[in-house]
Nanobody
């Protein structure tokens, strides 16, 4: 059907930068909104940023001015540029999208998640 695969996580010092990527593949017909979430063990998953196919973006207050979400509609990819990273940004970051896809001659909509990528901000 559809797969979302994240990449780009890792260990970075406070104040540093990372760029996450997420590639969507499969029998995709349309993806309107693409989201980045993050989760710390023992806490609820938090919406970090989202972007529509038209380029409208929205961010959690905790990352405004530091993170930038972007996408390449032709490649079904979404990115998260993270600057001025803080220890409290440490989490597993997940890519998410409601996707309209084709199966045989039918079209469906499903909510798909990537496997997550670890971001650790520490000195």
């Amino acid at each position: 059907q559809v797969q979302l695969v994240e990449s780009g996580g890792g260990l970075v010092q406070p104040g540093g930068s990372l760029r996450l990527s997420c590639a969507a593949s499969g029998s995709i017909f349309n993806i309107n909104v693409m989201n980045w979430y993050r989760q710390v063990p023992g806490k609820e998953r938090e919406l970090v940023a989202h972007i529509t196919s038209g380029g409208y973006t929205n961010y959690a207050d905790s990352v405004k001015g530091r993170f930038t979400i972007s996408r390449d509609n032709a490649k079904n990819m979404v990115y998260l540029q993270m600057n001025s990273l803080k220890p409290e940004d440490t989490a597993i970051y997940y890519c998410n999208a409601p996707v309209q896809y084709r199966s045989g001659t039918e079209y469906y909509t499903g909510d798909f998640w990537g496997q997550g990528t670890q971001v650790t901000v520490s000195s």
